[in-house]
């Protein structure tokens, strides 16, 4: 999976087991709050699945605009709360040339 930087670099995040991954979500976000696995949960469908924002709307009972709302705030809060993480996003240091296996 890749994301990209605010200067537009594409990193290359680690593979990591679905199992570590939800760990790490679960420790370091989500907790046992429901509401921040539902977000999650409509990022997934957006994302990953790639599901119109009317049809998760639907599902989760809101109007697309709170949907679309909701996804920039979970994306926002995921960003803030890894931030903090550079070496887990396998960024570059600054002074250094980025490395062509982690952009494309």
Aim: hydrophobic residues 35%; proline residues 6%.
């Amino acid at each position: 999976m890749t994301v990209i930087r605010e200067d537009n670099m594409k990193v290359l995040l680690p593979r990591l087991e679905g199992e570590d991954f939800w760990e790490m979500i679960h420790e370091h976000y989500a907790h046992e709050k429901q509401l921040n696995w539902k977000k999650l949960a409509i990022l997934a469908l957006r994302e990953n699945a790639g599901w119109p924002l009317e049809k998760i709307g639907l599902v989760f009972g809101h109007h697309k605009g709170h949907v679309a709302r909701l996804l920039s705030k979970v994306k926002q809060e995921i960003r803030e709360r890894f931030e903090q993480s550079p070496e887990w996003l396998c960024m570059p240091e600054q002074d250094d040339p980025p490395d062509r296996n982690q952009t494309r």
